[in-house]
């Protein structure tokens, strides 16, 4: 008998021994892997925040989202709002509720038709259309059908691949603040700088804006976003 109990002690201590490693490496667990993610957020750069936003916006399905939009062109100046809908892998629509254009619609299908009408009585004439006409515009000559994340990823790598640019990330005021991206470049005699903003959770463009020689020329913002709604092909049909 005595020669068998501190063989059963050991059978009693081994598991208790077990469980009392287990508590203690689950309690240094938040922090062990707490250390490699704070450092990672400290360090990272713009083509870490375009990636992600890349990656995010490749595993939508759709959004819908309101954009504010302005433009400036010397003494005058263009604002709107608009309903904006988006759909892999590139169905929008738009319909514009407030500015020179209110009333109008417009929507890319399946096919890659654009189609859109007029606000007022030329509602109900639908027309097809090109993504260049002169009624998508805005002052600057910028095609509201580039209005979806994807051309404005396209737009950031083509202002950061033009000579003489630069890209940095901005500094934020908190962990909640949005993450900043910066392309600058001389162009026509000035120095060009568009600023990328993405939301530190979602990964998804927020804001939109270009300086010419440190003016704000164009400023776009995406509000009210909804993301994976289920919008059908019907819905990109006018």
Request: glycine letters at 10%.
């Amino acid at each position: 008998m005595n020669g068998r109990e501190p063989n059963l002690a050991l059978q009693h201590s081994a598991p208790v021994q077990v469980l009392k490693y287990l508590l203690v490496l689950m309690a240094l667990t938040p922090f062990a892997l707490g250390l490699p993610r704070a450092r990672a957020a400290g360090q990272i750069t713009a083509a870490d925040v375009i990636e992600r936003g890349e990656e995010r916006f490749r595993t939508l399905q759709d959004y819908h989202c309101k954009v504010e939009l302005e433009a400036k062109k010397g003494s005058r100046v263009e604002t709107g709002t608009c309903q904006f809908w988006f759909k892999q892998p590139r169905m929008l629509r738009l319909k514009v509720n407030r500015g020179s254009k209110k009333g109008c619609e417009v929507a890319v299908d399946s096919a890659g038709q654009v189609r859109g009408h007029q606000g007022g009585l030329f509602k109900s004439i639908i027309r097809r259309m090109k993504s260049t006409d002169s009624r998508l515009l805005t002052i600057r000559g910028t095609s509201m059908m580039g209005l979806d994340w994807g051309s404005f990823f396209l737009k950031y790598h083509a202002a950061a691949l033009r000579p003489g640019a630069s890209v940095t990330l901005g500094p934020r005021i908190g962990p909640e603040a949005p993450y900043q991206v910066q392309v600058s470049y001389p162009d026509r005699g000035m120095r060009i700088r568009e600023v990328y903003s993405l939301g530190a959770s979602g990964w998804t463009i927020i804001e939109g804006a270009i300086f010419e020689d440190e003016v704000r020329v164009e400023h776009v913002t995406f509000q009210e976003i909804k993301l994976d709604t289920g919008l059908t092909d019907d819905w990109f049909r006018l």
